[in-house]
């Protein structure tokens, strides 16, 4: 257990074992914040915060939990730190708060948290699995941030709130894309996603 | 140690919950003061921004001090009940701007459920409703602020109406909401969709005081704006908000006009210059009600 790699930890959840394209895990926030790029950074940054902490302290714990009640100890532990960033949140940064609402809430139904627990920090030491936490949130943040990218500029033709695609092309007859705003087509991007990953990383593909 | 044995586990489950609940406990009442600060800030902030509309000169800085700026142009603020009359002060921050007293969406709330009950027909509570009023003097120009709130498609939405002193002419709107779809319902906080309710008049006699629906579905111009598409439920939510308290605060809007209308000699002179800032149809609209007085 001694023998971790550090840069395997902290780079796998990044590309290679990515928890939205490889583990398809947390698609359904990823469908739902990802209208905005604002938004989506700020739930990629919460959530980075919340998976970090929670398997650092569910890895504090690990020796401790009784193992038929383990899920709901780790359930405990993750709405624990879900409601402290919350209103953290809420007491300085209320504008950021008012912007996710109740996103930052739904962090606690997000499957990485809960995954990352299971699979990483209930078999590792507290630091170890605060790096894993942290990298599987920012591998997520990188998802949710790519798919943002084109649903905000394609659907309203803006980046943060500020209007990329010029006037001209509106004039000109280019329209704004309605549908790339509803979630289907952040189903569709984020299968493209995991198209042009896998045809880069061959030993991802099934036979 | 045996860590799967019941009395373990029982005591195990036991302590965490209390643990966790001491240090939720803790964490919200310490950081308590500071959001409920943010809040009121929020709401002092809402009611500038829907007052400041009237005069685009009149603009609030990102850093501003909300609540000097406030303190130094509300005129009044106060609660009227449903049958328009005044029952009730609020500091209106003028000795000291911390002690400002506004309402904020827990207290609209508490409104709206009266409504409710209204509606259903306990119009014994007409009398018992506390509406805030908040009246402002902006660059020289008299507007009352007035708030809407009411359910949206995933939580409440809520809002602010300026309005001129005819109390029918919307100077300025502002809207917020808890947790509408971002990208389409949260649209009605954006300025390009608030912006549209600048000009427009309440129907001060119809059915609907005022819609917000599809554009080709609008038969009343003056009195509609066009709903965000692809947010239908927020959109019709947010024309039912403001219709149910229009509707409360009809009583005061009319007794205000007419007192403004009766005690004002330079009040034509303003009306007209809020007249030609709106379009041809609702200059119609105004004279007619004008006529009809």
């Given amino acids: 257990m001694s023998d971790i790699n550090y840069k395997e930890v902290l ?12 583990l398809v895990l947390g698609i359904c926030s990823s469908l739902a914040v990802t209208v905005q790029l604002e938004g989506a950074c700020v739930m990629a ?12 302290v569910a890895s504090i714990l690990r020796n401790t939990i009784p193992n038929r009640i383990r899920i709901i100890v780790q359930l405990v532990v993750v709405s624990l730190m879900v409601i402290l960033v919350d209103q953290v949140l809420k007491a300085y940064a209320y504008s950021v708060s008012k912007t996710l609402s109740v996103y930052v809430g739904l962090i606690i139904t ?43 500029l394609l659907g309203s033709g803006t980046l943060f709130g500020f209007r990329i695609i010029p006037q001209s092309f509106y004039d000109a007859g280019y329209m704004d894309n309605g549908l790339i705003i509803l979630p289907p087509m952040a189903l569709i991007l984020l299968g493209v996603i995991v198209w042009i990953q896998r045809s880069i990383q061959k030993d991802l593909q099934e036979k | ?64 001090d909300v609540l000097g700026l406030y303190a130094d142009n509300v005129v009044a603020a106060f609660f009227v009940d449903g049958n328009g009359e005044k029952v009730q002060d609020m500091n209106t921050g003028k000795e000291d701007k911390n002690k400002i007293e506004v309402t904020t969406t827990s207290d609209l709330k508490a409104q709206n459920d009266k409504f409710k009950k209204l509606e259903e027909g306990q119009s014994e509570l007409l009398s018992e409703l506390r509406l805030p009023v908040y009246i402002f003097d902006i660059k020289g120009h008299k507007v009352t602020v007035i708030p809407c709130y009411g359910a949206g498609l995933w939580g ?53 005081m005022f819609t917000v629906a599809k554009i080709t579905a609008i038969t009343e111009p003056e009195h509609s704006v066009d709903a965000i598409s692809g947010a239908t439920i927020t959109s019709q939510a947010l024309g039912k908000s403001i219709n149910l308290w229009a509707k409360y605060y009809k009583p005061y809007l009319v007794k205000a006009a007419a007192a403004s209308q009766a005690n004002t000699v330079s009040a034509p002179e303003e009306m007209t210059e809020a007249a030609d800032s709106t379009f041809a149809g609702n200059t119609a609209a105004a004279t007619n009600v004008n006529v009809e007085e």
């Fill in chain 1, 110 to 152: 997000n499957c990485i948290v809960m995954g990352r627990i299971e699979a990483f920090a209930l078999g590792n030491k507290p630091i170890p699995s605060l790096l894993d936490g942290l990298a599987n949130g920012a591998g997520y943040g990188l998802i949710l941030v790519v798919v943002a990218f084109f649903r905000e």
């Fill in chain 1, 45 to 56: 940054l919460s959530v980075i915060i919340v998976t970090g902490l929670s398997s650092f």
């Fill in chain 1, 11 to 22: 780079l796998k959840p990044i590309f290679k074992g990515n928890p939205v394209t490889v």
């Fill in chain 2, 1 to 64: 140690m045996n860590t799967n044995g019941n009395t373990y586990t029982v005591i195990y489950s036991t302590v965490l919950v209390v643990l966790v609940a001491a240090i939720l406990a803790f964490v919200a009442m310490s950081l308590q003061d500071k959001q409920n600060e943010n809040v009121k800030l929020e709401t002092i902030s809402k009611l500038l921004g829907a007052a400041s509309q009237v005069d685009t000169t009149f603009t609030i800085e990102e850093d501003a």
């Fill in chain 2, 156 to 208: 409440p939405i809520w809002g602010y109406l300026a309005l001129d002193e005819d109390g029918k002419t919307i100077d300025g709107a502002i809207f917020d909401h808890k947790g509408e779809t971002p990208g389409l319902g949260s649209k009605i906080a954006d300025k390009p969709f608030y912006g549209k309710f600048h000009g427009k008049t309440f129907n001060m006699t119809g059915e609907d």
